[in-house]
């Protein structure tokens, strides 16, 4: 991945992982340095914000489920289970991804952890209102055009009260330092060249309000976050969860 590169647009090339013919161990390896990069760009506060701001819309449940889309190992849960915690809210986890290498990760990464449960999944094939609130963490970057708005239209239509979307914002100083530090961080192909590729895929404020007019979705809100990423909710108009 070159390190100079236009960034007015978002990148059309699609990323090593979006090969869903690669994988096995190598694979398994840059799940592992990915959890390196997201404490260090501290990729779990934009979702842990965007589902404190859905749950207290949706009246503060003592119960609360959710649905994290192409997680990965799913790793950014971690931020969620200890605010679970803190605000003494009994929560549950469903983790899917595509990949059986994501899913193994993520199996051995909560292993002693209950609220969190695993499944290979598509979100296009999940049954409506699945959860009560559908995440997604630097998962829809992978979409374009026509494709972005049916994976978020999906996402929606199986959370009961809204989706959370925790993405890259696509910048000259983020594109610089993650291109860095993944050559600081890893030998893995996976690493260098899709780590720089998700911030030239990822997103602008304009690129959100795109998203927003094509949703026809007046209620979606995105918010600018430290380290260069957004938290994006979209409410679906449910009733405030009486359990």
């Not at 969620?80 to 929560?91: I, P």
């Not at 595509?98 to 499944?119: G, K």
């Not at 239209?153 to 000259?172: E, F, K, Q, T, W």
Request: proline share 4%.
């Amino acid at each position: 991945m070159s390190f100079f590169r236009t960034l007015s647009m978002r990148a059309q090339e699609d990323e090593l992982m979006d090969d869903f013919s690669m994988g096995g161990e190598e694979l398994s390896e840059a799940l592992k340095h990915l959890r390196r990069l997201n404490k260090i760009f501290a990729a779990p506060g934009p979702t842990r914000a965007g589902v404190e701001k859905l749950w207290r819309a949706m009246g503060s449940p003592g119960q609360l489920s959710v649905l994290d889309v192409g997680a990965g190992s799913g790793d950014v849960n971690q931020k969620l289970l200890e605010w679970a915690d803190q605000k003494g809210v009994e929560l549950s986890i469903m983790l899917i991804d595509l990949t059986e290498e994501a899913c193994e990760e993520a199996r051995q990464l909560f292993r002693n952890e209950p609220r969190i449960q695993v499944q290979r999944a598509d979100v296009r094939e999940l049954k409506s209102a699945a959860a009560d609130i559908v995440t997604g963490s630097q998962f829809v970057h992978h979409f374009d055009g026509q494709q972005l708005v049916d994976i978020v239209s999906h996402m929606l239509r199986a959370s009961r009260y809204g989706v959370v979307i925790n993405d890259i914002h696509r910048h000259p100083i983020s594109y610089t330092a993650v291109w860095l530090t993944t050559r600081m961080i890893s030998r893995n192909r996976y690493i260098r060249h899709d780590g720089p590729l998700s911030v030239a895929k990822g997103f602008t404020g304009e690129d959100w309000r795109e998203l927003k007019e094509k949703l026809n979705h007046d209620t979606m809100t995105y918010e600018w976050k430290p380290m260069f990423r957004y938290s994006v909710i979209i409410p679906n108009g449910g009733q405030p969860n009486a359990r």
